[in-house]
């Protein structure tokens, strides 16, 4: 369907979700807003050999000028340039503006976008896991679980908050159990490092699946390894499986406990580590297709285990971010801001 020509003064902005499984495109308008995105599409990363191909062929499905575009990759942004940590792609943002056409070109961490998102955000959005004691103007976390981990923290300067970037989820991976030591030791042995991000993550929930099946009680049944075998990405299989309580399989629960555990212990480190009291927040593919297990105690039971300081965690509040378009829409108003800022 044919876009309607724009207004004289308003910005159309170019943003996207760049992530390891999928890229999610969309067109923006400074006077239609968030809500009302002119074009959409989503490709899958890894059919492509780099984030060019992706936006030229999307770009020429557009008939509209592109005023800047807006990034959010899965990866660390230095100095305008991006690497991918689960694709072999790397991005610049000067050739990007050059190559598309676009006069300005902004890249930015995936889950820093999502962090920009969270004031847009309603309630209708976000699942509380704990309400907690939320402060006005405080510190808020974002962690972000999809094909890898991301976390970033958002500061309020005054007037507004601003998210900052980081790559927590390539820090150690600290277990709290027996099961879990073991497990590090299970990866230590296939891994030169092990990150939060090989047991907290899509990559992390396939390693402990994988290391429960070797070591654990329970075997793999036929019917699931046939629905693996079909598929190209185990995870969303084991996920589902895990899920599935009308015909229950011990590895697969056992595995998402295990996730669910760890994701949230390290939830809680980020707290810790941010002092986030206005609260911290779960965002990525992951937390918004599980949120009925991060409601079976497990989780929260991870969270507050921190010692001396378990009655504190108890005041941070903790949420799910349901819309998956954050990190798009994040990109999308820092498009906004990059183009308006100069």
Known sequence: MPIQTMTKHETVVLAGDIGGTKTRLAVFSSERGLKTPLMTATFPSQHYAGLEDIVQKFLSQVPIKVNC?????????????ATITNLPWVMDEKRLAEVLKIPQVYLMNDTLASAQALPVLTSQEIFTLNQGCAAPGGVMAVIAVGTGLGETYLVHNGTRYQAYPSEGG??????TTAEETRLLQHLLDRFDHVSTERVCSGIGIENIYNFLKETGPDTEPMWLTRQIEAGHDPVPVIVSAGLDNKRPCGLCQSTLNRFISILGAETGNLALKTMAIAGVYLGGGIPPRIVSALQNGLFMKAF?????LSTLMETFPVHVILNSEAALLGAALRGLDFQFDG
């Open 69 to 81: 575009a807006s990034f959010g990759v899965a990866g660390p942004v230095v100095n305008g340039q």
């Open 170 to 175: 390539h820090a150690d991976f600290a277990p």
């Open 304 to 308: 507050r285990h921190k010692g001396r």
